[in-house]
């Protein structure tokens, strides 16, 4: 659908949900562009910054896992924290963490006092990885992302997109 046509639509009443297409608040051309080069940029980003994980044998996924859980409290965090920090369902991250646990990279562990609740925890060679590993990546973000701005266009990036991820982590409950 054209995100920023005008035209009315027909709205059955089989649909009471859907709002009269006069109602829609639809996109500018000028915001449909923003949106699509946002949405083109943030996957292509994703791809290419998983192409270069892959010569160490990760995937953007297992280096997020590795960050969030290097930057943890003893380097470990309850498993349901873990999926809410990286956005993934609890099912989608236990099969990730069985394929790190393979690796070597991490280890679950009991909760205390939780007979159900697991954490994750960061093996050394988890952390080794993480300190081998991390160089490339930030060079990979620099020259892939970072660099292609000037200071004053990171300032004004960030107090765009800062809102924004406030705003999304408050629907979420993570303010």
Same mark, same amino acid.
């Given at each position: 659908m054209d995100t920023h046509t005008t035209a009315a639509a027909d709205v059955s009443s089989s649909q009471p949900h859907q709002r009269p297409e006069e109602e829609t608040p639809w /996109?500018?051309? #000028? &915001? *449909? *562009?923003?949106? #699509? %080069? =946002?949405l083109e940029v943030s996957k292509l980003l994703d791809y290419q910054l998983g192409r270069e994980l892959q010569p160490h044998g990760l995937a953007i996924n297992d280096y997020e896992i590795l960050v969030v859980l290097s930057e943890a409290p003893q380097r470990r965090m309850r498993m349901t924290d873990l999926a809410t920090a990286t956005? *993934? $369902?609890k099912s989608r991250l236990s099969h990730q963490i069985t394929r790190m &646990? $393979? %690796? +070597?990279?991490v280890l679950r562990q009991e909760c205390p006092g939780d007979r159900r609740g697991l954490y994750a925890h960061l093996t050394d060679q988890g952390w080794d990885t993480m300190q081998q590993i991390a160089p490339d990546h930030v060079r990979s973000v620099r020259a892939h992302f970072i660099d292609r701005f000037t200071p004053e266009q990171i300032d004004a990036m960030y107090a765009a997109l800062a809102p924004i %991820?406030? =705003? /999304? #982590? +408050? /629907?979420r409950g993570r303010s």
């Amino acid at each position: 659908m054209d995100t920023h046509t005008t035209a009315a639509a027909d709205v059955s009443s089989s649909q009471p949900h859907q709002r009269p297409e006069e109602e829609t608040p639809w /996109l500018t051309t #000028r &915001e *449909q *562009q923003l949106w #699509r %080069a =946002h949405l083109e940029v943030s996957k292509l980003l994703d791809y290419q910054l998983g192409r270069e994980l892959q010569p160490h044998g990760l995937a953007i996924n297992d280096y997020e896992i590795l960050v969030v859980l290097s930057e943890a409290p003893q380097r470990r965090m309850r498993m349901t924290d873990l999926a809410t920090a990286t956005l *993934q $369902s609890k099912s989608r991250l236990s099969h990730q963490i069985t394929r790190m &646990e $393979s %690796a +070597g990279l991490v280890l679950r562990q009991e909760c205390p006092g939780d007979r159900r609740g697991l954490y994750a925890h960061l093996t050394d060679q988890g952390w080794d990885t993480m300190q081998q590993i991390a160089p490339d990546h930030v060079r990979s973000v620099r020259a892939h992302f970072i660099d292609r701005f000037t200071p004053e266009q990171i300032d004004a990036m960030y107090a765009a997109l800062a809102p924004i %991820a406030d =705003h /999304l #982590r +408050g /629907l979420r409950g993570r303010s």
